[in-house]
């Protein structure tokens, strides 16, 4: 009886961690109310470790703004020169955000730079 009830506490012990490092894990994705996504090659995007095509993207942040309720997403180092990011990565954040009615900046540093439909 005392094993079970040690295994049953190290169970509920261990799910509530996990719990709660998912939520860090997707928190870190989203800083002052705006999803912060990252360019990766091929045209694809990472936001909370996973990696996405722009329609996937699309799905994925209409998704956090009626979840997280957030307001803007923020292209990290979208245009800096060391940046993977293409053109078309701005011009597809860019329109994801117009089209969701959300802000859209590019981050160098700690300067965020508006991002607008071209």
């Keep these: 009886m005392h094993s079970s009830l040690v295994k049953v506490k190290t169970l509920l012990l261990l799910l509530v961690l996990s719990l709660f ?6 928190a870190g994705s989203i800083r002052d109310g705006r999803a912060v996504v990252v360019p990766a090659k091929q045209d694809r995007y990472t936001i909370d470790s996973y990696t996405f095509g722009k329609a996937e993207l699309f799905g994925y942040i209409s998704d956090l703004k009626e979840t997280k309720k957030i307001t803007g997403i ?3 180092n ?3 020169e060391d940046s993977h990011a293409t053109d078309e990565q701005r011009h597809s954040v860019a329109s994801i ?5 959300l802000e859209t900046f590019t981050q160098d540093g700690k300067e965020l730079t508006p991002l607008v439909l071209e």
């Design 97 to 101: 955000g117009n089209t969701l009615q």
């Design 21 to 26: 490092l998912a939520g860090l894990a997707h």
């Design 74 to 76: 923020i292209l990290k």
């Design 78 to 80: 979208g245009r800096s």
